[in-house]
């Protein structure tokens, strides 16, 4: 055993002075021609979309990166040579991916472009008759009622906006308010906006004026005088007919939530698997209805589970862009669209993809059979603005007119291109995983997270971390973004030698009801502080041994510990391995890893040199 573990550490040794990672990087090697690196817009598609992604293509090697949600960061990544394969974010517009549009490979004549009915592919098709990005399935959002309170005081479920008005009136009669929503987030303020109009936004002069505000060469992307006034002006009736009162700009998920579920509030805006999660939970009986328009036109106001887009540099080789496309055919397969659609919740944009929708949500068929379901305009500048104005009508600030003319200015804003640096890194170093050594970005980040938190040990999985480390200027939101979007926290707490091989453990082999287990090289987990040997076999990973300081890790040692992960998978692990204490095991820090990588750097604090932490055998 003990030669095993010299060779071990001579093995760790030769592999730091091969890799030359004791050193700064100077670029992004190419080491690994066909592997297919995959940002996703978040850490949920890493359950089970992502794991059965590379079980349907076992001949590719698909590195799956918790990106960010928002275009800017892939434009940086563009901008600094940076940009993966395939892309994926859930906010998007046309305008907004603008930037891009060079970068991307045109999927308008491939099968996969092909598959999605026209009436939806047309809004993701560019001026020139380009297409860059593809849609997969969409949630369905509109206003969930509570049938058991309108059935409880006898008031007849809205059918039509009339009846919707004359049911807010009749619930204000019992002190229950008729109408509530969660107005302190930009996607509520845009959506309801949008949802109301819809069968303005979708007439003839709607959609031109789309397509207008979605073309890059469109300088004057401002709202319309023949659609938008009248938006605005059915956005202020609602208010008025809904009787929102000024505290409503600060209502959350939560209180919205608490006042539906108490039946002080008989209708809230909400999604799908909102409405089948309060049925679920025995909260009344909650309808998904539609938004209600003009003249009895109603309809369901849709959004992608995300959008999906290919890098043009894949045109230089034939090989790896076919793999890209395979990843791209499996992605937008119905197997993998019903994977999203678990809670049966979504609708399909693609022909010959039958997605089963939930019996709770059976009453939105006709709907979808006339098609009657409208997808979000969701750019940037849509979310803030939208949020910004709506919360103003609220409040009494401005009428129809005033919120039309100062959307429109702020639409039409010249965007001030300055960016201020938050910080500037000397060192480059590549996302990119190697068999004897690991990930040298990630470990860079994870090394200088274990010196913020004064530990002696961290374990990080591998979604932590977002890329590559560049050599360049980074914007404060642009330093945010290393760190991956949902949520990451830290977890500290003394543990013994013993418990840290057990948590270890469970980070490289997972843990059965966890909802995350690593299902191939890409996906083990980043460690600092110690280094770790893990064999694989038909797609399992097992760990053999843990060195600190070179040495085999002592069951009877005790270590600081930084544990990283998000709470869903955190409160999951956590009470399996230490059940007495259950999520109590560790302290957590008040600010988020997000804010703690953020503060640390924005200090002048530099990032750590990369270790080898890892041999895969």
């Known amino acids: 055993m003990k030669t095993k573990i010299k060779t071990f550490i001579a093995f760790f040794l030769a592999a730091a002075m091969l890799l030359g990672l004791g050193g700064c990087g100077s670029q992004i090697s190419k080491t690994q021609k066909d592997k297919i690196s995959v940002y996703l817009w978040s850490v949920d598609l890493m359950d089970e979309y992502a794991p059965y992604i590379q079980s349907q293509l076992p001949d590719v090697e698909i590195e799956f990166v918790v990106g960010n949600n928002d275009l800017d960061f892939y434009k940086f990544l563009e901008e600094n040579g940076a940009l993966p394969d395939i892309i994926t974010s859930r906010r998007f517009s046309l305008n907004d991916a603008k930037d891009l549009e060079d970068s991307l490979l045109d999927l308008s004549t491939s099968e996969e472009a092909g598959s999605i009915y026209l009436s939806y592919l047309e809004s993701y098709t560019n001026s020139d008759g380009t297409v860059n990005w593809l849609p997969l399935c969409g949630e369905v959002d509109g206003f969930i009622a509570n049938k058991a309170l309108f059935d409880k005081y006898s008031i007849p479920l809205p059918t039509d906006y009339d009846s919707f008005v004359a049911a807010c009136r009749a619930f204000e009669e019992h002190g229950i308010r008729g109408f509530v929503s969660d107005f302190c987030y930009d996607y509520t303020c845009m959506e309801i906006l949008q949802g109301l109009s819809i069968p303005q936004l979708t007439s003839l002069k709607g959609i031109k004026w789309r397509h207008a505000y979605e073309d890059p060469t469109n300088e004057e992307n401002g709202l319309d005088s023949a659609v938008w006034p009248g938006v605005f002006r059915r956005m202020e009736q609602f208010i008025q007919d809904a009787k929102l009162m000024p505290e409503d700009v600060t209502l959350s998920y939560d209180p919205v939530d608490a006042l539906f579920r108490e039946e002080k509030a008989a209708v809230i805006r909400g999604t799908g698997a909102?409405?089948?999660?309060?049925?679920?939970?025995?909260?009344?009986?909650?309808?998904?209805?539609?938004?209600?328009?003009?003249?009895?036109?109603?309809?369901?106001?849709?959004?992608?589970?995300?959008?999906?887009?290919?890098?043009?540099?894949?045109?230089?080789?034939?090989?790896?862009?076919?793999?890209?496309?395979?990843v791209l055919n499996v992605m937008l397969s119905e197997e993998g669209q019903n994977i999203l659609s678990q809670k049966k919740d979504v609708i399909s944009y693609n022909k010959g993809v039958e997605l089963q929708l939930a019996e709770e949500l059976s009453n939105l068929k006709p709907y979808i059979k006339s098609n009657h379901l409208y997808i979000r305009l969701a750019s940037d500048d849509f979310f803030s603005v939208s949020k910004d104005v709506v919360q103003k009508m609220i409040l009494g600030e401005y009428d129809a007119e005033q919120a039309y003319k100062e959307f429109d200015s702020k639409l039409r804003r010249t965007k001030d291109a300055t960016v201020d640096t938050a910080a500037s890194f000397d060192c480059m170093y590549p996302y990119e995983f190697r068999k004897k050594g690991g990930n040298p970005a990630a470990s860079a980040?994870?090394?200088?997270?274990?010196?913020?938190?004064?530990?002696?040990?961290?374990?990080?999985?591998?979604?932590?971390?977002?890329?590559?480390?560049?050599?360049?200027?980074?914007?404060?939101?642009m330093v945010k973004y290393m760190i991956m979007p949902n949520s990451l926290e830290a977890y500290l707490r003394e543990m013994t030698?013993?418990?840290v091989r057990a948590l270890l453990k469970a980070s490289v082999e997972g843990v059965e009801g966890s909802g995350f287990a690593p299902f191939n090289q890409f996906s083990l987990p980043v460690l600092s502080g110690a280094s770790m040997e893990v064999k694989e076999k038909n797609g399992k990973y097992t760990l053999t041994h843990v060195l600190v300081h070179g040495k085999e890790l002592e069951d009877a040692a005790v270590y600081k510990v930084a544990y990283l992960n998000t709470y869903n998978?955190?409160?999951?692990?956590?009470?399996?391995?230490?059940?007495?204490?259950?999520?109590?095991?560790?302290?957590?820090?008040?600010?988020?890893?997000?804010?703690?990588?953020?503060?640390?750097?924005?200090?002048?604090n530099t990032i750590s040199m990369p270790a080898d932490y890892i041999v895969l055998k």
């Open 569 to 604: 998978y955190y409160s999951k692990i956590v009470p399996q391995l230490y059940p007495e204490q259950g999520e109590q095991t560790f302290e957590t820090r008040e600010l988020g890893v997000r804010d703690a990588w953020i503060a640390y750097i924005r200090e002048g």
């Open 274 to 326: 909102i409405a089948m999660e309060l049925r679920s939970e025995g909260c009344g009986d909650p309808v998904l209805l539609p938004y209600f328009g003009e003249n009895g036109e109603d309809w369901l106001l849709t959004y992608p589970s995300f959008q999906v887009a290919l890098n043009k540099d894949l045109e230089q080789d034939p090989k790896r862009k076919e793999y890209a496309f395979r």
């Open 445 to 477: 980040m994870a090394n200088t997270l274990r010196k913020y938190y004064e530990a002696d040990l961290l374990i990080a999985p591998a979604y932590s971390f977002t890329g590559s480390i560049l050599r360049t200027d980074y914007s404060e939101k």
């Open 497 to 499: 030698g013993a418990e």
